[in-house]
C-alpha cells in the first residue's frame, strides 16, 4: 500500500541580510532540519536584505516552530512571520452569496425588490409549492451543527463547528451544484433544535444535520423527518452508513466473501455506528458486535442509552461479552467510527483470513494505515490522503441532488440503498483492487450515478412530488 504523509505546509517569510547570508544557507539549514522545501518566492529586494516567502512542508506544528525557532537564532536570518496554508484557505471563511443576477437601474430594482417583488410574494402565498419555483427553495439545502460531535473532535462549540460546515457547504456546491447554508446553533437543547430547524425549513428544499452528537441526534432527526415534508438527512448518520456499505459490497467482492457471512466488529456505537449497523442489517449481515467504551453490547445488560439497548437486542447473535479483545477474534471486518488508536496490531493479528479494516474516524483513524498494512487485506480511512477514502462526501451531494431532483419529501431506506449500489457500481469489477474498493470523490460519474439512482428510487417509492424532472434545470 502506499502511503504519503500529508505534512503541514508552513510558509516563512524570511528577510536575509545579504552581507551575512544566503538563501542556499537557508535551503541547507531546512534539509537539514527535516523540512521539505515546495516553494520560493521573493517579495522584496534592497541593497541590505532579500524578502523571501519559503513554503515548507513539516510534520507537525512542534516541528514547523523548531525549523522557525532555528531559523531565527542564526545569523542574518530574521523569520518575519510563519503561516499556515490551510489557515490562509479559511481567512474570512470560505463561501459569499452571489446573486444571479445584476440590479443595473430603477426598473431592474423595482422587480427584484419594491413594488413588482410583492406580485411573486402573493403568488406564492396562493400557491405556497410555488417558493419551488419563485424562491431558492428548490437548489438550497441547510447544512445545521450544534457542534457537539464535530469530526472525532467531540464538543467543541457552534463557532469552531464552522469550518466543517462551510467545508460541507463548498463540497454541496462543487460536486452537486447545490447551494447549501452553513448554520451552526449556540443551543444543545432538542427541543429549541427541532424548533429553530423547523422555523427556517420555509427557505431550504433539504436539512442535512451533521455533527450533533448521540443520542440527541437520532430524536432531533426523528422529530424533524415527522414535522417536515422536505428531506432531512442526518449526514453522520446516514452518508456514513451508505459509503460504508458501498465499499464493503466491493471489499467482500475483492476477497471472495459473502458480505451477509461476514462477522463484523463496530467500535463507536454514536451516530455513525448505530446507522452503520442498521445498513448492515438491512444488507442482511447477521453477525454483528458493537463496542463502546465499556465494552461489547450484549443482551445481559440494561444500559442507560435506548439505543443501545435496542442495538444489544438486535445484534451480539452469539451474546458475546467482554472488550474489543474478545470481539475481534474471528471478525471478518473491522469498522472504525469511534475515536484515534482504537484497534491494535494485536486485534488484526487475530481477526480471519484477509481482514477488512475500515478505520474511519477524523481526523485520526483508529490505525494508522501504515501500521495495519502487514495485516490488513483490504484498509480504507476517513481521510483524503490514503487510498480508499470511505467519506460520507461520497453520498450527501448526490444524495441531495437526487431528492431535490424528485422533489421528494423525505429520503428513505430505498434511496438509501440505491445510493450504496450505486457508489459500489462506478468501479467495475476488473478495475477493483485493495487500494480501490470505493471511488473517489473526484470522480464525476459518482454524483450523476448516486442522484439517478436515488432520484429513481424516490419515485419508485411514491415520495417525489415533481411530475416530471427537467434534468437541465438543476
Ligand atoms: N469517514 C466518515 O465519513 C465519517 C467518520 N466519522 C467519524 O466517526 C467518529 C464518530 O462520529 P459520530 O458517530 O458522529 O460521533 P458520536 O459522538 O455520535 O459517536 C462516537 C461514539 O464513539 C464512542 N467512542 C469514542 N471512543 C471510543 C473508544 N475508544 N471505544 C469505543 N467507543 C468509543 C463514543 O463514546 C461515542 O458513543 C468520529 O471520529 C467521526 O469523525 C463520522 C461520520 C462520517
Ligand atoms: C466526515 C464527517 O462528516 C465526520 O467525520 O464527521
Ligand atoms: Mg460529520
Known sequence: MEVRSPGISLIYRLELANSVTTFAKVASLVGVAGGDINAVDVIRVSKDVVVRDVTVTVESREHGKRISDMLNSEPGIHVVAVSDRTFLVHLGGKLEVTPKIQVKNRDDLSRVY????ARVCEAIHEDPSKAYQLTIK??????????????????????????????????FKQFA???????????????????????????????????????????????????????????????????LLAGLLNATKLVGKRLQDCKVVIVGIGAAGVACTKML????????????????????????????????????????????????????????VSGPGVLKVEHLKKMANDPIVFAMANPTPEIKPEEAAPYVRVMATGRSDYPNQINNVLCFPGMFKGAL??????????????????????????????????????????????????????????????????????
Open 114 to 117: 419594491t413594488p413588482h417583488v
Open 138 to 171: 428548490r437548489n438550497t439545502v441547510a447544512v445545521v451543527s450544534d457542534g457537539t460531535a464535530v469530526l472525532g473532535l467531540g464538543d467543541i462549540g457552534p463557532h469552531a463547528a464552522m469550518p466543517v460546515m462551510e467545508g460541507k457547504a463548498m463540497l
Open 177 to 243: 451544484g447545490i447551494d447549501a447554508f452553513p448554520i451552526c446553533l449556540d443551543t444543545k437543547d432538542t427541543d429549541e433544535i427541532v424548533r429553530i430547524v423547523k422555523s427556517i425549513a420555509p427557505a431550504f428544499g433539504g436539512i442535512n444535520l451533521e455533527d450533533i452528537g448521540s443520542p440527541r441526534c437520532f430524536e432531533i432527526e426523528e422529530r424533524l423527518r415527522e414535522e417536515l415534508d422536505i428531506p432531512v438527512f442526518h449526514d453522520d448518520q446516514h452518508g456514513t452508513a451508505v459509503v
Open 281 to 336: 442489517l438491512a444488507a442482511g449481515v447477521k453477525n454483528i458486535l458493537g463496542v463502546t467504551l465499556d465494552g461489547v453490547l450484549h443482551r445481559n445488560q440494561t444500559y442507560d442509552n435506548a439505543t443501545w439497548n435496542w442495538y444489544a437486542e438486535n445484534t451480539n447473535p452469539h451474546n458475546v461479552t467482554g472488550t474489543l479483545d474478545e470481539a475481534i477474534d474471528g471478525a471478518d471486518i473491522f469498522i472504525g
Open 405 to 474: 431532483k424528485a422533489r421528494a419529501r423525505t429520503i428513505n431506506e430505498e434511496m438509501k440503498l440505491a445510493a450504496a449500489y450505486a457508489i459500489a457500481s462506478v468501479i467495475k469489477e476488473e478495475e477493483l483492487t485493495e487500494d480501490y474498493i470505493i471511488p473517489s470523490v473526484f470522480n464525476q460519474a459518482v454524483v450523476k450515478q448516486v442522484s439517478d439512482a436515488v432520484a429513481k428510487a424516490a419515485y419508485d417509492t411514491g415520495v417525489a412530488r415533481r411530475e416530471v424532472i427537467h434534468t437541465d434545470n438543476y
